[in-house]
T-cell receptor, first 113, second 112 residues
């Protein structure tokens, strides 16, 4: 079955420290990969995507993600976390030749001052 | 401003009643989607439509119905057959083929 896994329900990091939010996927072919962020009681906002090319993708608000085909991972990273980065983060994958996204269960990022 | 508008933001329903959630977009997007969000379960796809007058079931379509009579509109009806309808519902759209999705602000449905 096609799926996306975010192994951590919550990630805690101190402001100024680097952060990583993990994502692994299980789909066939060459999927498109995405990260979205959600603030409380709001819709999701697009952060970045990987389709092809350079394995390191840069996105909004200083976030980046690294695609690793052999490990089927697409971890979200930021060199220096801000308190305002605290939110719910979703990884998503679009399998080849489909018209839909599959989302992970989400990871809550808590950045403390 | 272009975007997606969902209404109502909050909705309360008695058991046994059908309710329709509205989703309108002025982005000229071809594809539209409905997701359900429950705590700890992420987003689950209910229905999606890639073109007017056509739609497909997602992973949890039972107890829901949709229509796509206009490009701009994709209403979702939560029927009395849906066993556990209390949830946060999110509508989204994209230019085509689930590339980058633009989401609405969501509708929170509570069944009393």
């Amino acid at each position: 079955a096609q799926s996306v896994a975010q192994p951590e329900d919550q990630v805690n990091v101190a402001e100024g420290n680097p952060l990583t939010v993990k994502c692994t996927y299980s789909v066939s072919g060459n999927p498109y990969l995405f990260w979205y962020v959600q603030y409380p009681n709001r819709g999701l906002q697009f952060l970045l995507k990987y389709i092809t090319g350079d394995n390191l993708v840069k996105g909004s608000y200083g976030f980046e993600a690294e695609f690793n085909k052999s490990q089927t991972s697409f971890h979200l990273k930021k060199p220096s976390a801000l308190v305002s980065d605290s939110a719910l983060y979703f990884c998503a994958v679009r399998p080849d030749y489909t018209g839909k996204l599959i989302f992970g269960q989400g990871t809550t990022l808590q950045v403390k001052p | 401003d272009g975007g997606i508008t969902q209404s109502p933001k909050y909705l309360f329903r008695k058991e046994g009643q059908n309710v329709t959630l509205s989703c309108e977009q002025n982005l000229n997007h071809d594809a539209m989607y409905w997701y359900r969000q429950d705590p700890g379960q992420g987003l689950r796809l209910i229905y999606y439509s890639q073109i007017v007058n056509d739609f497909q079931k997602g992973d949890i379509a039972e107890g829901y119905s949709v229509s796509r009579e206009k490009k701009e509109s994709f209403p979702l009806t939560v029927t009395s057959a849906q066993k556990n309808p209390t949830a946060f519902y999110l509508c989204a759209s994209s230019l085509s083929g689930a590339n980058v999705l633009t989401f609405g602000a969501g509708s929170r449905l509570t069944v009393l």
